[in-house]
């Protein structure tokens, strides 16, 4: 049986649960880039740079979007803050979803820049993801198991 962690009188169980396997949805298709570049290659006789494109533009955008993230934190305050980790969290599984959807196209088109896009916004929706489901984690339930709950999920 699963402990509830409870602060204040609430039960932080069922959401825990919701951002875990969320953790486990983006973690399963990040290592399905791997199994995308063989057919990739393939498909576009692609040499071994353009083939590795294929990572540099998912984990690229990792880097572009905490980039974006921290420059608009610090111009104009933490976007988290003022949206909230409910609407962060849609937002990042919008943009993921979106760069999920772009794959159809892409591959009805038969167009490898397609497929670097869509990878890239997939990416920059596990940035949002990540930036938003981390710190929320850490405030669902006792600050002093925070670390523990985030290497759970």
Same mark, same amino acid.
């Given at each position: 049986? !699963?402990?509830?962690? $409870?602060t204040?009188?609430? =039960?932080?169980?069922?959401p825990?649960?919701?951002?875990?396997?969320?953790?486990?949805?983006w973690?399963?298709?990040?290592?399905?880039?791997d199994?995308?570049?063989?057919?990739? $290659?393939?498909?576009?006789?692609?040499?071994?740079?353009?083939?590795?494109l294929?990572?540099?533009?998912?984990f690229?955008?990792?880097f !572009?979007?905490?980039l974006i993230?921290f420059l608009?934190?610090?111009?104009?305050?933490d976007?988290i803050?003022?949206?909230?980790?409910? $609407?962060?969290i849609?937002?990042? !599984?919008?943009?993921?979803?979106?760069?999920c959807?772009?794959?159809y196209?892409a591959a009805?088109?038969?167009s490898?820049p397609l497929?670097?896009?869509?990878?890239?916004?997939?990416?920059l929706?596990f940035?949002?993801?990540?930036?938003?489901?981390n710190?929320?984690v =850490?405030?669902?339930?006792?600050?002093?198991?925070a670390?523990?709950?985030?290497?759970?999920?």
């Amino acid at each position: 049986m !699963i402990n509830e962690v $409870k602060t204040k009188g609430r =039960s932080y169980t069922v959401p825990l649960i919701t951002i875990t396997l969320l953790f486990f949805m983006w973690g399963f298709i990040t290592c399905m880039n791997d199994i995308l570049i063989p057919y990739l $290659k393939q498909l576009f006789s692609l040499t071994f740079f353009e083939s590795m494109l294929v990572q540099f533009c998912f984990f690229g955008a990792y880097f !572009i979007g905490s980039l974006i993230y921290f420059l608009i934190s610090t111009t104009s305050g933490d976007p988290i803050d003022k949206v909230g980790y409910k $609407k962060g969290i849609l937002f990042g !599984i919008f943009l993921a979803a979106l760069g999920c959807v772009l794959f159809y196209p892409a591959a009805s088109l038969v167009s490898y820049p397609l497929f670097l896009g869509a990878l890239f916004i997939l990416g920059l929706g596990f940035t949002v993801l990540q930036i938003t489901a981390n710190a929320y984690v =850490s405030l669902l339930g006792p600050e002093d198991s925070a670390s523990s709950r985030l290497n759970m999920t």
